[in-house]
């Protein structure tokens, strides 16, 4: 999913469901049949909130490139 800046997507294979960032972002946020989080598909992303999502993801499965520079923001590559 692409936003103004991002482009966002959940690692699937990382997710361990804890639901951390369905509380936090619901508009953003849902769960799969496996509980794994999913990105809504008509959600409107507030990108500050995604990003503090992202940042609270104890996995690192939530991904955010930054469309500018391609750079990838979370999770931190260090
Ligand atoms: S916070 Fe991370 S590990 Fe937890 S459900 Fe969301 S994406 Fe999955």
Redesign the pocket.
């Known amino acids: 999913m692409r936003t103004n800046k991002y482009t966002v997507r959940?690692d699937k294979e990382a997710?361990?469901?804890?639901?951390?960032?369905?509380e936090l972002a619901p508009k953003i946020?849902t769960s799969d049949n496996e509980m794994?989080?999913e990105l809504r598909q008509d959600a409107e992303i507030d990108e500050k909130l995604l990003l503090k999502a992202a940042e609270?993801?104890?996995?690192g499965?939530?991904v955010i490139i930054d469309n500018e520079t391609g750079e990838q923001l979370w999770p931190k590559n260090d």
Do not use: L, M, W
């Open positions: 959940i997710c361990i469901g804890c639901g951390v960032c369905n946020f794994k989080s609270e993801c104890a996995s499965a939530i």
